[in-house]
């Protein structure tokens, strides 16, 4: 069964860059069959949609989040990882890692990590 | 974007109750792409259903799934203890993806 995990600084400063890496088991992120997203969920808020990427590099973001968003894939260490510039505390959140099928499902989401924005 | 409001935001109920929870999209979801998932307190959500009313693997058919358009209803037939969680519903019809707000299952 897939698992995937999310590893990264718990605290970035404001207007600093949150980096994030999701690790993927039991899947290979080059196999072409799934795309794979980052979803937050900031405090007492609901589930938001940042964007995902495809093996090929391709990518599809949140309109909300575009111009401050990367996603990227390293096929080689079956990892892929999100970068969000210019952080505020509106940024602070629990961010998931999650796969999807080729109709858009999430079936499968990593546990979450926190991120704080804070000074 | 479409704009999910589940109802209602808490729900108290007993072990052994039916349980119903709405989703209402602000616009027709296409291909009546709406999931349903569980959360429990530090972990991750977990499919239940997708399609509107196909349980995932493993999923006790005690879950079922209706509606169509905007109107969705999650249905648990009888609640077990390991039930009581929050429940969000989400489109994947159109982009963004977007989810509800969740409802909360909680013990009476």
């Known amino acids: 069964q897939v698992q995937l995990q999310e590893s990264g600084p718990g605290l970035v400063k404001p207007s600093e860059t949150l980096s994030l890496t999701c690790t993927v088991s039991?899947?290979?992120?080059?196999?072409?069959?799934?795309?794979w997203n980052w979803i937050r969920q900031p405090p007492g808020k609901r589930l938001e949609w940042i964007g995902y990427?495809?093996?090929?590099?391709?990518?599809n973001y949140n309109p909300s989040l575009k111009s401050r968003v990367t996603i990227s894939i390293d096929t080689s260490r079956n990892q892929f990882s999100l970068k969000l510039r210019s952080v505020t505390a509106a940024d602070t959140a629990l961010y998931y890692c999650?796969?999807?099928?080729?109709?858009?499902?999430?079936?499968?989401w990593g546990q979450g990590t926190l991120v704080t924005v804070s000074s | 974007e479409i704009v999910l409001t589940q109802s209602p935001g808490t729900l108290s109920l007993s072990p052994g109750e039916r349980a119903t929870l709405s989703c209402r999209a602000s616009?027709?979801?296409?291909?009546?792409?709406l999931a349903w998932y569980q959360q429990k307190p530090g972990q991750a959500p977990r499919l239940l259903i997708y399609?509107?009313?196909s349980r995932a693997t493993g999923i006790p058919d005690r879950f079922s799934g209706s509606g169509s358009g905007t109107d969705f209803t999650l249905t648990i037939s009888r609640l077990e203890p390991e039930d009581f969680a929050v429940y969000y519903c989400q489109q994947y019809g159109s982009s963004p993806l977007t989810f509800g707000q969740g409802t909360k299952v909680e013990i009476k």
């Open positions: 616009q027709s979801i296409a291909g009546s792409h």
């Open positions: 990427v495809y093996y090929t590099g391709s990518t």
């Open positions: 039991g899947d290979s992120v080059s196999s072409g069959l799934y795309y």
């Open positions: 399609g509107a009313s």
């Open positions: 999650a796969r999807d099928t080729p109709g858009g499902l999430t079936d499968f």
